[in-house]
């Protein structure tokens, strides 16, 4: 068990051009989650995936952003035509659902995104 | 809608002292709520949760926190700080049965004076 891993974990891009992030979660666990965290705040829930399925997506900021998990393994996050507002950490966690009654979060390092 | 207060932004102890960190929280049903520390470049890492039951609840590294449902509150406390507890401490809220939709507090970030 190596824990959530995030790729990459600093990103610079300019305003405008697409990024994608990638969370492997710990292998046993069934759901995932993005966060994103801007300074001076906690995180801010954005989407989950139990397997393959996308349970809740209503909290992505805006059409901009997407996200997958096509194998129910790993997942990504792509935002397209980025803003200097999108400058934040985006943080991955993972659970397993099967474990009563919730399952522990466990997050990755994170992957933070620089928009100049 | 849930929310999370942490009221103290930012607090200054000395090793060896007590701490205790506020945590108030909105919810509208039975809470599940969390306490998370996070050290630079490293992830979040659960100090302790509350479900149901005791409502004090133990967690690592010395850590306990109290539920307090006529407050509203979750505070956090230990009872020694160590230096390397100097961190940033967030406490979160989510729906009962599961961990899914988790509500963070801004946090409270700890120096420890030696």
């Known amino acids: 068990d190596t824990g959530v891993s995030q790729d990459p974990r600093h990103k610079i891009t300019k305003r405008g051009q697409n990024v994608t992030f990638r969370c492997d979660p710990i292998?046993?666990?069934?759901?995932l989650y993005w966060y994103r965290q801007t300074l001076g705040q906690g995180p801010e829930f954005l989407t989950y995936?139990?397997?393959?399925?996308?349970?809740?997506k209503s909290r992505l900021l805006s059409d901009r952003f997407s996200a997958e998990r096509p194998k129910g393994s790993f997942s990504t996050l792509e935002i397209q035509r980025t803003e200097q507002g999108d400058s934040a950490m985006y943080l991955c966690?993972?659970?397993?659902?099967?474990?009563?009654?919730?399952?522990?979060?466990?997050f990755g390092e994170g992957s933070r995104l620089t928009v100049l | 809608a849930q929310s999370v207060t942490q009221p103290d932004i930012h607090i200054t102890v000395s090793e060896g002292a007590s701490l205790e960190l506020r945590c108030n929280y909105s919810y509208g049903a039975t809470p599940y709520l969390f306490w998370y520390v996070q050290s630079p470049g490293q992830g979040l890492q659960l100090l302790l949760k509350y479900f149901s039951g005791d409502t004090l609840v133990q967690g690592i590294k010395g850590f306990e926190a109290e539920f307090k449902r006529s407050q509203s509150s979750f505070n956090l406390r230990k009872p020694s700080v160590h230096w390397s507890d100097a961190a940033e401490y967030f406490c979160a809220v989510g729906p009962s049965g599961s961990a899914r939709q988790l509500t963070f507090g801004s946090g409270t970030q700890l120096t420890v004076l030696p």
């Open positions: 292998s046993e666990h069934n759901r």
């Open positions: 995936f139990q397997n393959e399925a996308q349970l809740e």
């Open positions: 966690a993972s659970s397993d659902a099967r474990v009563p009654p919730a399952g522990e979060l466990f």
